[in-house]
Every structure is written in C-alpha cells, then in structure tokens.
C-alpha cells in the first residue's frame, strides 16, 4: 500500500491563474464540438443547394448521425487508452485526429465524403470527453468541481455561438457566398485547432492518474510545481494532514469493467445511463435539425438562420454558467432532478405550441433559448455525473462508456428520424417526436431523485474511492498497463 496526501493537496489549492489555464486548455474541447456542430446545422440549408452538395434533409441528417456514430467509437476507443497510456497523451492525440478530419471536410464533394469526414471528426472529438473530462476532475478543487465543469460543458454553446456567427458571415452572398463559404467554415475550425493544441501542451499529466500506476515520485514533483506557482499568486498554502492508502493496479479489461458495472456500481451505472440517454435524445431532437425547421417551416433563408441559432446558443452558454454553482450549494441530487424535469415540461409545453402554429419563428426561438437554459445545465450534470461517480482506475473509460451508449440510444438515430419528419411536413409528428424527448427527461429527473449521489463538495476518493483502497479487491481480468 502507498500512502499519499497529494489528492488533498490538490483539493486545498486557492483558484489562481493556474487553474484558468488548464480550464481554458482543456475547456475548449467542447467549444470545438459546439462549432462543429453548430456550423453543420447552420449550413444544412446551404449544404441542400445544387451548387454546394445538393443533399436532401435526410442526408444532412446521417451525416450528423455519422459525426455521432464517430463520436461513439472515439469515446470508447480512446477513453480505454486514456486510462492505461494517460490523460495528457489522450488529449493532444485526440486534438490532432480532430484538427485533421475537418480540414479535410472542408475538400469534401459527395455525400460520402462528406460523411465520412464527420465521421473521422466525431472520433476524435468524442476521444476528447474522456480525457478532458478525467483531466479537469483530477485538476480541480472539490469544492469547485461541480460549478466549473458545468461551466466548461457550457462552452460547446460559445462553439455554436461562433458557428452561428461563421454561418451568417460566409453564406451572405455579398461577401463569401454559400458556394465556397460553407468550405471555408470547416478550414477555419483547423485553425482554431491548431492554436489550442499550442496551449494545451502545457498542461500536467493528471497526479492522480499516476500515484495509480505507481509514479509517484513523477506525481509529486507534478504537484510541488503546481504549489509553487499556485502559491506564487495566492500567497502561502495551507498544510495538509488527510493521507490515501491505495495500492497501484493495472487497468481494468473489458470483462471486469462489465462485471464491476453490473455488482458493485449496478446504480451508479442505472443512473449514468438514464442521465446521458435522455439528455442526448433531448439534445439531438432540436438542435440537429432546428436550421431545417426555421427553412421548412418558416421559409428563413439560409444566410438568416444564425441569427436565430445565436440567441439558442447564449442561452445555452449561460445556464451551465449561472446555474453551476448551486450544483455546489444546493448539491447534485436536487438540482440535477429540477433541471431534467422543468427542460422536460418546457419542451413538451413548447412542442405543442409549434404544432398549432402558434409561434412565430423569433418566438419559438425565445422559447427554445429560454428551456435550453435550464436544460444545458441538466445536461451538463449528466457528464459531470458520470465522470466524479466511479474510481480513478475506470474513470475514463467509465465517461466513455456512458457517453457512448447514451449518444447511441439517445442520439444516433435521432437526426435521420427528425430529418425524415421534417421532410414530410408534419408539425404534428414533429411534435410527437419532441413530446417524447420531454417525457423521458421528466422520467430521468425520477432517476436521479431516487438514484442520485451527493458529491458536492466532497473529494473524488470520497465520492468513490479507488479499486486500490480496498485490500480485499484483486482485480479479475484486469490487464497490464503501459506507463
């Protein structure tokens, strides 16, 4: 057994400006999502024009299933690698696959191309959660842990924001034009890329995930450097006397994962699944297809539909932004079942308003702005959620899981199915569809009542202690990992 004090003295530290950098490094992982994202569904109008793509509402809707059938198997491919080779390998390597596939979206010229880019960007991205969400947790104080990482998912809607922005700026006919603009859209996201791998190659490996593999003298120096420059800003530090028994493990295979999984974190698991699923249904319902909806329905043009996407995009930004602390005050369990039920109950309510046409399209987007406040938060707890809930060993590959099987169940099918309603032209059987995604967040908002746990504030080690603190845990079909 190894005795350490470092996951304490990690939870002690004073925010200071080395705690913004690493958010700003690691955080914008999901701006880049919401970029991607946003700028597919900002251009889906475009992308129907002869001289662009010419592709229907249902190809636009599986590409997007493309770009989350990538996002899926990235997660699982490198959320595995990220616990056995480490965090910071994962996220640099995850941000070049990511920078790579949208350059090259950007010389797509067939349905298939252009799908199998988005394919290729959703791997890499979707290897991104992972990592960055078991870096950041790692990173950053307990007391903070929940109003921050709340915070940084919120930043995929500063990534729509700039879509929007992109969308408005390249499809006006008077200075780019949708014919080379939506290309250029794509090549600007590379750039974008490039500049935060600059950033984030000074980001620590976690110290966490090295005292469980056994470098501890790497983890300590790791953590002396932060100390210094912490106390650099903050002045003098706190002495710290809560120490860890743990011995270091190699990571888990696939079959004790499963087995572990389905016995000693059975609810923890329930509640992961039911949290991602829901919210990804919810997410993919609307906004994957919300361009569509504005020009089918509402006959925006084109080069308009950002300024429609824009509003959407803030509220979502602030929600996690404003709301996030009181994950910390009020706590998980109760704030997590608010957000699920009002976002539910908005949607449904919202839903039908569409359906009889009552709302003009300005007004259906102050009505979506206003729900998916509430619901950015719900859904960021999701993540939040799976990634504090399970022991450093499987963290990762834990976020990956639930992500995966969440987005799968959830969102995989989801833009094709819209795509195909929207082109029938049915507001009722659009509904219909929308009215379900909002019944089944009210249900997850059961789940987490019943099922939730209280970690606010509270230490990952405590909110669920590593495999290695329990003398009596051998680790059946785990597998050697690599340094």
């Known amino acids: 057994m190894l005795e350490t004090a470092i996951p304490a003295r990690l939870d002690r530290l004073p925010w200071s400006p080395w705690h913004w950098r690493v958010v700003i490094a690691l955080g914008v992982s999901w701006l880049l999502d919401g970029l991607e994202v946003t700028v597919v569904g900002s251009l889906g109008p475009a992308l129907e024009r002869s001289d662009t793509l010419g592709l229907t509402a249902g190809e636009i809707g599986w590409a997007a299933s493309a770009y989350i059938g990538g996002a899926v198997l990235g997660a699982l491919f490198f959320g595995r690698l990220a616990d056995s080779l480490g965090r910071k ?23 298939w191309s252009f799908a199998l880019c988005r394919f290729a960007t959703g791997f890499g991205i979707g290897g991104e959660y992972a990592a960055i969400n078991s870096a950041i947790d790692e990173l950053i104080p307990a007391r903070v842990r929940g109003t921050v990482d709340l915070a940084i998912n919120g930043t ?24 080379y603009g939506w290309r250029l859209a794509f090549l600007l996201g590379g ?21 469980r593999h056994g470098r501890s003298d790497e983890a300590e120096r790791v953590v002396v450097e932060i100390e210094r ?13 809560e120490r860890l028994a743990m011995r270091a493990l190699p990571s888990p295979g696939w079959s004790e994962i499963a087995r572990l999984m389905a016995t000693r974190y059975r609810r923890r698991a329930v509640l992961g ?31 308009h539909v950002g300024y429609y996407i ?11 932004l404003i709301l996030g602390r009181l994950f910390d005050s009020i706590g998980r369990r109760r704030m997590i079942a608010l957000t699920y039920a009002i976002a539910g109950l908005g949607l449904i309510a919202t839903g039908r308003a569409f359906a009889v046409d009552a709302l003009t399209p300005a007004q259906l987007s102050v009505c979506w702005s206003a ?22 060993e499987m963290r990762a590959i834990a976020i990956s899981i639930f992500y995966a099987v969440g987005t799968a169940l959830g969102g995989f099918a989801g833009p094709p199915l819209y795509g195909a309603i929207i082109e029938s032209g049915s507001r009722q059987a659009l509904f219909g569809a929308y009215a379900l995604a909002g019944v089944l967040m009210c249900l997850a908002a059961a789940v987490a009542l019943w099922l939730g746990v209280d970690a606010e504030r509270k230490s990952l080690e405590e909110v669920c202690a590593p495999l290695g603190c329990d003398v009596d845990y051998r680790g059946v079909g785990a597998t050697a990992s690599k340094p």
Do not use: D
């Open 89 to 111: 390998r994962m996220f640099l390597v995850t941000l070049v696959v990511y920078l790579v596939a949208t350059v090259c979206t950007a010389f797509s010229f067939n349905i």
């Open 371 to 392: 729900i998916f406040f509430v619901a950015s938060a719900a859904a960021s707890s999701a993540y939040l959620t799976v990634s504090e809930v399970f022991p450093v």
């Open 310 to 320: 824009f509003p959407f995009a803030v509220g979502n930004f602030l929600g996690p």
């Open 273 to 303: 699944l039911v949290l991602m699923a829901s919210q990804a249904l919810f997410y993919n319902a609307i906004f994957f297809t919300y361009a569509l909806v504005l020009a089918r329905f509402y006959g925006v043009p084109e080069q």
């Open 156 to 179: 995929f809607w500063v990534g729509a924001a700039m879509g929007a922005a992109l969308s408005i700026v390249l499809l006006e006919p008077s200075l780019v034009g949708a014919h």
């Open 191 to 211: 750039v974008l890329g490039v500049a935060i791998l600059l950033v984030r190659r000074h980001v620590p490996e976690s110290p966490r995930w090295l005292i």
């Open 229 to 241: 420059e912490v106390a650099a800003s903050r002045g003098p530090l706190a002495p710290v006397s």
